[in-house]
């Protein structure tokens, strides 16, 4: 019952940030360089007066602007994001068409960061102050630091050009005609490079919010009385210490999560990762502005969608909270 | 202790600053040591690292000067991660300040703004806005400094909550100075601390999305810079490790020596805090 009230708040408050960037988006368009008209002219060849009025008319670009604010928000209501200028398919299509694969590669990445993120920075809280636990934070230092393509780029390097184990692009294998398990382990194949430089930055962040929470969950009294009982430490770090840190751990995992979404960008860019990542460096090559605004409202949503089940997860995981917000 | 003994106390912090003041030097240094446009292609292209006097870093897929670009692209780096983060700073410390010292109404108006503003993903936002506003120095400042405000405002929000009710506060409240004198000379300089720590972290996750900007071809046309150069060589990657390689280390070692000299500040401003760490 509070379970379905909070999902419906949420959802609530979900439609309305969306409302607000569909507005957003609608002003960007307003701002982007060039009539449509003229660019919609141009690329097909012919650019008189009349054809020009024709266009405009079509695309209701003659109208006043409370008329095509209005049509592009109900527009987006009922999932029309327009065309592509460029593609001349809906925008809609080409987004749902690259989706799965933007979710295959997120989500693993997410799964990848976010265990190896939390052994990295357990083990770290439970040798601070030795050298050991100081070499795991300085690794996820520098993995912070590192920009995320070129981390993609020196993969490719080493493992596809020198080494040869990887392939360096692509989803699959193209005319190998794989089908079944074959098929699935070659896209696996093509997903490990892709997903591990996306989630090494993930991974420096996890590891240090985890250490930072496991060094204050070992503060707690109820660890005093644990270690009072003579438990011993390991099962005092797992049961008692990590499961309580895990709690601002999903929080804020989810609020990361969300920026995985734009750091795939850089990563399908670099893997000809058939994404929506990928589809915006495209779209951005073109200048296809409806196409790109589209897929920038698509990645909010995501953001959100990501949010809100982290949410739950977090109520899930913590019985103790049970009020909204 | 005084305030660089503290700092030092940090081996980190005085790695970082060493590395940091380098590259300054290397910024400074650019328009003497190659006075040349890094744009000029100046040798045949594909020329390998240490293979010829003058080129030490080799040439890219146009002969232009590896070392050169690197040089330049150092002030550019410093130049927008410093000028995004103080437009950050100008547009996060004000909302921030107000919402935390009114509260009521107006704080929750400012906190919902921005909210949005962090919900929406930083980097695709900031793709659309320099695209849309076509890309230049400019545009790129303007487009980082408006995806990495909220932070700041947040930070300087509760501090003003945790200040606003303190003593001091309350004498210069009775003398009859004016909310806008409480704000600036009194709560303001009280937060300057941990205001001053983000800062230097903002300003290395500002040279990061620049140079992914950059990267995608979203730099400005006219300014060498770290990511384009990297950006320009993915596709020869196989050929010439180095074109990538070099202006990726630069990035690499600038972004960490500011994360290093924040924690150092961290420690030297904060000095409680760091102890009970």
Known sequence: MLYARLIIMRLFKAVIVLFLIVILNFLLIQLAPGDPAAILAGEAGAADQEFLNQLRERFGLDQPMYVQLWRYVSGIAMLDFGYSYRLGVPVFDLIMARLPATLLLTGTAFL?????????????????????????MALALVFYATPLFWVALMSVLVFSVYLDWLPAYGFYTVGAGYTGFALVLDVAKHLILPATTLALFFMAIYTRMTRTSMLDAAQQDYVKTARAKGLKPGIIQRRHVLRNALLPIITLAGLQAGQMVGGAILTETVFAWPGIGRLMFEALQQRDYNLLLGIFFFSAALVIVFNIITDLVYRLADPRIKGAS | MSFFARFAQNRGALVGLIILLMIIAMAILAPLLFPESPWRMVQRPFLPPLSQDGFPLGTDTMGRNVAAGLMHGAWVSLLIGLVSTSVALLIGVPLGAIAGYYGGLIDDILMRFTEFFQTIPNFALAIVLVAIMQPSVTSIVLAIALVSWPPVARLVRAEFMSLRNREYVEAARLVGQTNTTIILRQILPNTLSPIIVLASLMVATAILLESSLSFLGLGDPNVMSWGYMIGAARTVIRQA??????????????????NLVGEGLDDALNPKLSRER
Do not use: E, H, N, Q
């Open chain 1, 112 to 136: 990848i960061s976010l265990v190896l993120g939390i052994i990295a920075g357990s083990m770290a809280a439970a040798r601070v102050k030795k050298p050991s636990g100081s070499i795991i």
């Open chain 2, 241 to 258: 490790w180095w074109l990538s390689f070099f202006p990726g280390v630069a990035i690499l070692l600038t972004v960490l020596a500011l």
